[in-house]
């Protein structure tokens, strides 16, 4: 596999057991690969060695990392939901706006999603932080 198909593959969105994954390790903190079958039971009943696959992918994608106690992994997120989002926006400003910024927040503003007040306050927070 050559490094630009690593790089693709590190940049294309989460699944939704990927991110249900995620959003369960954010929740309540480390977990064990049987924890995390356990709690997604309900929604995505899973084998054992298909949850292991899904934590080797994240790991592989560094949003998680794992610590041996005993005989077993215990995986914890490697990255806050704030990177993620901005990970997420990142693809869509990339396929949707020709990786522009500014289209994208534009779209935002013509969407009525961002107000004209919201972006002042954005822009405000920015220089605030140079």
Known sequence: ????????????????????????????????????????????????SSVRTLLRRLEARRYVNHRLDGKVFVYRANVPPTNLAA???????????????????LGMVDEKILSARELSRLAEKVKKQR
């Open 87 to 105: 990970r997420a926006v990142q693809h869509i400003i990339d396929r949707l706006c020709a990786g522009s910024v500014e289209q994208f927040v």
């Open 1 to 48: 596999m050559t490094s630009r198909n690593i790089s693709n593959r590190a940049n294309r969105p989460l699944t939704d057991l990927q991110q249900a994954i995620l959003d369960f390790l954010w929740a309540n903190g480390p977990a064990t690969a049987e924890q995390l079958r356990d709690a997604l039971k309900a929604k995505h009943p899973l084998k054992d």
